[in-house]
């Protein structure tokens, strides 16, 4: 199981994700940011209409189960 | 986190604090998420080895043109950290980046702004990694690393470029702290 500094990716689909799980606002922004730069290496990140480097927004979906 | 870090960072012209320039100061607050940096004209007198321009990639000449001047950095920093003096001053060796800021502040002649407790990612590491829960690198002889790029690697993080820089490694520093403390169950 894929985790971003001890947080699942799917539960770090967000920064408020992230700020839940107790994570302070650089880090939850930054946890968010690395998240999504992993799904897209992976081709599993679809950004819909957020442009380019846009984080993770819980519209964006993944497109295969983690594995 | 219960406790406010601050999380601190430089990028030096080498490792003796009394001999070499300070070249780039960040640091983070993290309980608001606040942060200051500066880029500093080097300080007259001081040597910078072609070796730590070789980690950081810092250009001395636009360093030197558009710099802040130490004092001046110095003086700002006082006031930004004075308004944290509850916090606990934290770096990846913050020792190392101390160092650097308390020559900073004599040649400056400004108090030392922060506490001088200290906490260190490699001992926050070496508990989880003693733990279990972390799951570090081995160096070519065997052991674990304890460096920030092992530490950051194993939390699934990453340097965004190869070079080194304050700001980025201050909040990566800042991120593997949360994250560790995650790993051990006690971010709420």
């Known amino acids: 199981m894929r985790t971003i500094n001890g947080m699942r990716i799917e ?24 998240c999504a730069r992993w799904l897209e290496k992976k081709g599993l990140l679809h950004r819909g209409h957020t442009h380019f480097g846009a984080r993770i927004t819980k519209s964006t979906h993944i497109t295969e189960p983690e594995k | 986190m219960k406790t406010r870090l601050i999380v601190i960072d430089t990028e030096t012209g080498g490792l ?40 950081n990639g810092l250009d001395v000449a636009d360093l030197a043109r558009s710099g802040r001047e130490e004092r001046d950095a110095m ?30 502040c004599d040649r400056a002649k400004v108090s030392w702004p922060f506490t001088h407790r200290t906490l260190d990612l490699r001992a926050a590491a070496w508990c989880a990694y003693e733990a279990g829960i972390l799951p570090l690198p081995l160096s070519k002889a065997g052991r674990p690393r304890f460096d920030l790029d092992a530490i950051l690697g194993a939390l699934g993080l990453s340097r965004a470029a190869d070079k080194h820089d304050a700001t980025e490694d201050a909040e990566l520093t800042l991120a593997a702290f949360e994250g560790i403390t995650h790993l051990l169950g006690g971010n709420k």
Do not use: Y
């Open chain 2, 16 to 55: 003796d604090p009394r001999r070499h320039a300070l070249l780039t100061i960040a640091a983070f607050d993290s309980q608001t998420g606040d942060s200051w940096e500066a880029r500093i004209k080097p300080a007259p007198g001081l040597e910078i080895d072609q070796d730590a321009l070789a980690v």
């Open chain 1, 11 to 34: 539960d770090a689909l967000s920064v408020d994700d992230a700020r839940g799980a107790g994570f302070g606002p650089r880090t939850s922004q930054l946890v968010n940011e690395a």
């Open chain 2, 75 to 104: 003086m700002d920093l006082w006031c930004w950290a004075r308004l944290r003096k509850d916090g606990i001053l934290a770096g990846c060796s913050p020792e190392f980046d101390a160092g650097f800021l308390k020559a900073a």
